[in-house]
C-alpha cells in the first residue's frame, strides 16, 4: 500500500499538492482488480469516477461501429497515469471504453468522494482546473489543427552547432569522395616515403597508421551521434504518423455516425410518408 501512495504522489493530475491532500484524496480511492481482457466501462456507460492505473496496464479505445471493424486505440496506460477524470465534474456519459491489457489494479475515485474533497481544500480545485486546461488545449490542437508535420524540418531547426557538424561528418564519410580522397592521401603518402627526396615516414608509415587511428576514433562517436538522432527523428515520424492516423479515423467515426443518423431519419421521412402522417400528407 506504501507503493501505492508514493505512485499515486506522482500523478500529474494531483502534483502540487500537500501531504494531508495527497494522503485525504488517497483514503478516499477503492481499489479495483480487472483479468486482462476485463472490460471497465463501455462508451455511453455512465460518467461517475475517475482512476488511477496503480499496477498493470489499460487501454482507451473507441469501440467499432460494426463487429467486422476494429477498435480505435487512443491510448494506453500503465502504473502512474490516470483516465476518466472529467467524470469527477460533470458526470457525462463515457467518451469511449476501457478494457485491462493485462491484469491490473486501479485506483478508483467517486464524484461524490472528491467533491467533498474539493470543498475543503481549493489547492486540489485549482490543480483539477489546471491540468484540465491542459488536456483541452490538447485535444483542440488534435482535432481543429494539422496533425501532419514536416519532422525533418522541426528537427533541423532545433539542431545544434555540434549536432550539425556529426551529420555532415556522418554524411561525408558514407560517400565515394571520402573513399577516393582517402585512398589518394594513402596513395601520395606511400609514394613520397618510398621514392622522394624528402622522407618523413618511412615503412612502415607509423606517422600515417597513427593519423589513420585519430580518425577512425573521432569519426566513430559523430558517427553514433548523428545515428542517435536518426533514431530520435524516427521516434517522432511514429509519433506525427499516430497523430495523423488516429485523427482521421477519429474523423471516419465521425463520419459513419452521421450517416447513419442520416438513413435513420431518411428511414423514419419514407415510413412517415408511406404511412400518410408525415406533414402535409
Request: net charge negative.
Amino acid at each position: 500500500m506504501t507503493g501505492h501512495i508514493q505512485l499515486f504522489s506522482k500523478v500529474p493530475l494531483f502534483e502540487g499538492l500537500s501531504d494531508d491532500d495527497l494522503a485525504a484524496l488517497f483514503a478516499c480511492l477503492t481499489e479495483k482488480r480487472l483479468h486482462a481482457g476485463e472490460l471497465l466501462f463501455s462508451k455511453g456507460d455512465a460518467g461517475t469516477s475517475m482512476f488511477v492505473v496503480l499496477q498493470g496496464s489499460v487501454r482507451i479505445f473507441l469501440p467499432p461501429a460494426d463487429s467486422a471493424d476494429r477498435a480505435t486505440v487512443l491510448r494506453e496506460l500503465g502504473p502512474g497515469e490516470y483516465f476518466g477524470e472529467m467524470a469527477l465534474l460533470d458526470n457525462q456519459p463515457r467518451m469511449a471504453s476501457v478494457d485491462a491489457l493485462s491484469d491490473a489494479t486501479l485506483g478508483e475515485l467517486a464524484h461524490e468522494r472528491f467533491i467533498q474533497q474539493l470543498r475543503g481544500s481549493p489547492q486540489v480545485m485549482t490543480t483539477m482546473l489546471r491540468v484540465m486546461s491542459q488536456r483541452l488545449r490538447t485535444t483542440t490542437t488534435l482535432l481543429e489543427g494539422r496533425a501532419a508535420r514536416n519532422i525533418n524540418l522541426e528537427a533541423d531547426e532545433k539542431l545544434t552547432w555540434a549536432q550539425r557538424l556529426a551529420d555532415r561528418v556522418a554524411q561525408w564519410n558514407g560517400s565515394w569522395l571520402f573513399i577516393v580522397l582517402l585512398l589518394g592521401v594513402t596513395l601520395i603518402w606511400i609514394a613520397i616515403n618510398a621514392f622522394a627526396p624528402l622522407r618523413f615516414d618511412a615503412y612502415p608509415y607509423q606517422f600515417f597508421n597513427l593519423f589513420l587511428a585519430i580518425l577512425v576514433s573521432l569519426q566513430g562517436p559523430l558517427i553514433m551521434m548523428s545515428q542517435n538522432r536518426q533514431v530520435s527523428k524516427e521516434r517522432l515520424h511514429s509519433e506525427a504518423d499516430y497523430l495523423v492516423n488516429l485523427k482521421n479515423e477519429t474523423g471516419i467515426e465521425k463520419m459513419l455516425e452521421e450517416v447513419r443518423q442520416l438513413r435513420a431519419e431518411v428511414a423514419a421521412i419514407k415510413h412517415a410518408v408511406a404511412s400518410g402522417t408525415a406533414p402535409g400528407a
